[in-house]
Nanobody, 111 residues
């Protein structure tokens, strides 16, 4: 199991915000993914090593922002205007992801 130490999850009302963070795996493309019980991992956002290029799933475009601080070796996911459908366990990993995943951090959006 890869220790990526995702953090920042919690319970928030719809329309609220959360900021997730995790340790980057080095000078590689990093991504945030999410998973709900019974479903596969879903790509949420990705970012290149230099931070110049980002990509987002259509469902989160305009609401989520991925960023990284290479000096601190951290990758962030700022989530605004959260919706009920964003409820999931969120993970970071390389993009494309390695087979091993961390513990993830639970995000629960309530009505």
């Amino acid at each position: 199991q890869v220790d990526l130490a995702e953090s920042g999850g919690g319970t928030v009302q719809a329309g609220g915000s959360l900021r997730l963070s995790c340790a980057a795996l080095g000078p590689d493309i990093m991504g945030w993914f999410r998973r709900v019980p019974g479903k596969e991992y879903e790509f949420v956002a990705g970012i290149t090593w230099d931070g110049r290029t980002t990509a987002y799933a259509d469902s989160v475009k305009g609401r989520f922002t991925i960023s990284r601080d290479n000096a601190k070796n951290l990758v962030y996911l700022q989530m605004n205007n959260l919706e009920l459908e964003d409820t999931a366990v969120y993970y970071c990993n390389l993009n494309p992801p390695r087979p091993s995943w961390g513990q993830g951090t639970q995000v629960t959006v309530s009505p």
